[in-house]
C-alpha cells in the first residue's frame, strides 16, 4: 500500500526553525517528483516547494525563498524540508505528495492538482 507520512511539525517561536520529512512506504520515492504545499485556516491548498526525481530541480514560492529548502534521501526513501526564520503566516498543516504520472525527471510542478498521493499532513505552528 503507497503510503507517505509527514511529522517534524509543532509549535516554534517566530524565528525559529523545523524540520518536516516525509517517508514514503510501498514505493521508491526515487523515480518521483515530490511536492510540498500547506494549507492554512480559511485558506486554499499551496504549493510551498518541490523537488524533481532526479534531484537537480528545485522550486520555491516567493514566500519562502531564502528561508526553506527541499531535499531528499533516497536511500532513506525521504524527502525533507527544511524551514528557517519561521514567521506567523508560515502557519499551517503541511503536506507531502508524490507526481507519478510525470515522466521527466528533471523537472516538478507545484500545481497541488498534479499531484497524485498525499500525506496526512503535520501542523505547524509559528506564535510567541
Known amino acids: 500500500q503507497l503510503q507517505l507520512v509527514e511529522s517534524g511539525g509543532g509549535l516554534v517561536q517566530p524565528g525559529g526553525s523545523l524540520r518536516l520529512s516525509c517517508a514514503a512506504s510501498g514505493f521508491t520515492l526515487d523515480y518521483y517528483a515530490i511536492g510540498w504545499f500547506r494549507q492554512a485556516p480559511g485558506k486554499e491548498r499551496e504549493g510551498v516547494s518541490c523537488?524533481?526525481?532526479?534531484?537537480?530541480?528545485?522550486n520555491y514560492a516567493d514566500s519562502v525563498k531564502g528561508r526553506f529548502t527541499i531535499s531528499r534521501d533516497n536511500a532513506k526513501n525521504t524527502v525533507y524540508l527544511q524551514m528557517n526564520s519561521l514567521q506567523p503566516e508560515d502557519t499551517a498543516v503541511y503536506y507531502c505528495?508524490?507526481?507519478?504520472?510525470?515522466?521527466?525527471?528533471?523537472?516538478?510542478?507545484?500545481?497541488?492538482?498534479?499531484?497524485?498521493?498525499w500525506g496526512q499532513g503535520t501542523q505547524v505552528t509559528v506564535s510567541s
Open positions: 505528495a508524490v507526481d507519478v504520472g510525470l515522466e521527466d525527471v528533471t523537472i516538478a510542478t507545484m500545481a497541488p492538482d498534479q499531484y497524485d498521493y
Open positions: 523537488i524533481s526525481a532526479s534531484g537537480g530541480s528545485t
